[in-house]
């Protein structure tokens, strides 16, 4: 079984990721080495919190250019919440800060008709060509997100306050908007589902 590596972000839910991995068998090691991410066989990029922090923390560490580049070759990467929405160019939460720019989209607001942040259970419905996610039930806690899927991209969509983005997938890239290592049986199966897929 691979080594998986989970980027150390410095605001993010280490310990359910780990825990998890461990579940199903999966050996995990923290790092926000560059180095490390660069050769991992395996990468998770969790986050819980400010889109401008978790940038500034990435750059900080030297990790923004390796990461993007994983990403870009696809390699086995897979981005949870705050950790998906920094793939994108940007996001409302933290105007003027760039994010990875591996999908060409920014994060925006929930509308006014529904309470933001989004908390609890939503249904995930695959979009066509769609090779990991399943349709079913996962937990999301999230006041930002993708409002459709781009170009280049396959994945999963929600409804809370109109459609947003519940998961994007480009080959051996994952990122999910909700959170997988707490979804129960249904994450437990995605996580399961990456840890086989192939680089492209």
């Not at 068998?25 to 819980?48: F, I």
């Not at 990461?67 to 870009?72: F, K, Q, T, V, Y």
């Amino acid at each position: 079984m691979p080594m998986v590596t989970i980027l150390k972000t410095g605001l993010a839910n280490l310990a359910s990721v780990r825990a998890a991995f461990e579940r199903i068998g999966v050996p995990t090691m923290v790092t926000n080495d560059p180095k490390s991410v660069r050769d991992a066989e395996r990468l998770v990029v969790p986050g819980v919190g400010s889109y401008g922090e978790a940038m500034t923390r990435l750059d900080a560490a030297k990790l923004t250019a390796p990461l993007a580049a994983r990403i870009a070759r696809g390699e086995p990467t897979l981005g949870i919440c705050l950790g998906l929405q920094i793939f994108g160019s940007g996001s409302d939460e933290s105007p003027g800060v760039a994010g990875l720019g591996c999908v060409h989209m920014r994060t925006t607001g929930f509308n006014a008709t529904v309470l933001s942040p989004q908390m609890g259970w939503n249904r995930v419905m695959p979009s066509p060509g769609s090779q990991l996610i399943e349709s079913g039930h996962a937990y999301f806690a999230n006041s930002f997100r993708f409002a459709t899927i781009p170009a280049g991209w396959t994945g999963a969509t929600a409804e809370y306050g109109g459609p947003l983005v519940a998961a994007l997938e480009r080959g051996a890239v994952l990122g999910c908007q909700f959170h997988p290592e707490l979804s129960g049986t249904y994450g437990e199966r995605l996580i399961e589902r990456w840890m086989e897929v192939k680089p492209c």
